[in-house]
């Protein structure tokens, strides 16, 4: 399926926090031109690709739990405000929430080499995302069910997405399904997380990795003019 130019009606749904942990935490490539660098990664695979909405989906940090307190917070926002300002027609971010147990939460002591034991606890906080997996979920389903798309990029390694996957190959047979997984290039030193088997199965095509090259060439600039004050990237990042 596609339009009537030939080209396929693309929309590319970020796990935004997948994609920190996966492949950015660590990195200088933090202020990433998300639109830029999946657009690209997509036409390459399938050239066809008409990239019409580029969904980020993310919680606002909690200033109390974050390395740089406010500092975080206004950092996450700049990050947002420069890719809505940049792209006003494609980007949109759909956020969820964070919730933390005031009392906090017993989990059991980690030791080295040694066997797990529940009588060994610690009180800890126990900061949960919610929303965040259905608000990505939901969004994929809808603009497939509305005949909004001829093809869905799900950009995650997460494989709580299987569901959605495999309700969206059942009921939308002629929706193409693409998955970007953010982790590291097979042959770097750096050991990443394993690549989920159970969402490559229930794509089209899969692209099982982000090289170095490809976050350095994709990157905003410093400084990115809004209708307010500009958005800078973060001294920290």
Do not use: C
């Amino acid at each position: 399926m596609s339009n009537q130019s030939g080209l396929k009606r693309t929309a590319i749904y970020i796990d935004g926090y997948n994609l920190y942990y996966g492949r950015l935490r660590g990195t200088e490539y933090k202020w990433l031109d998300v639109v830029s660098l999946f657009s690209q990664i997509v036409r390459s695979i399938e050239p066809a690709s008409q990239v019409v909405a580029v969904k980020y989906f993310t919680a606002p940090a909690l200033t109390k739990f974050a390395r740089h307190g406010e500092e975080s917070m206004r950092a996450q926002n700049d990050y947002h405000r420069a890719l809505e300002s940049k792209y006003p027609d494609t980007f949109t971010k759909i956020l969820g929430s964070h919730v933390y147990e005031k009392d906090g939460t017993s989990l059991p002591v980690y030791v080295d080499s040694q066997p797990f034991d529940k009588t060994k606890t610690v009180k800890v906080w126990r900061l949960v995302e919610k929303k965040t997996d259905v608000n990505l979920a939901m969004g994929m389903y809808r603009d497939a069910s509305k005949g909004l798309v001829d093809q869905l990029v799900l950009v995650s390694n997460d494989s709580d997405a299987e569901p959605v996957l495999e309700a969206l190959v059942e009921d939308f047979p002629t929706v193409k399904i693409g998955l970007i997984m953010p982790l590291t290039y097979p042959n770097d030193t750096k050991k990443g997380r394993p690549a989920s088997t159970g969402l490559s199965k229930l794509a089209h095509w899969t692209r099982s990795y982000i090289r170095d090259d490809e976050l350095k060439n994709t990157l905003l600039p410093d400084l990115v003019p809004t209708r307010k004050k500009p958005a800078k990237k973060p001294t920290h990042w």
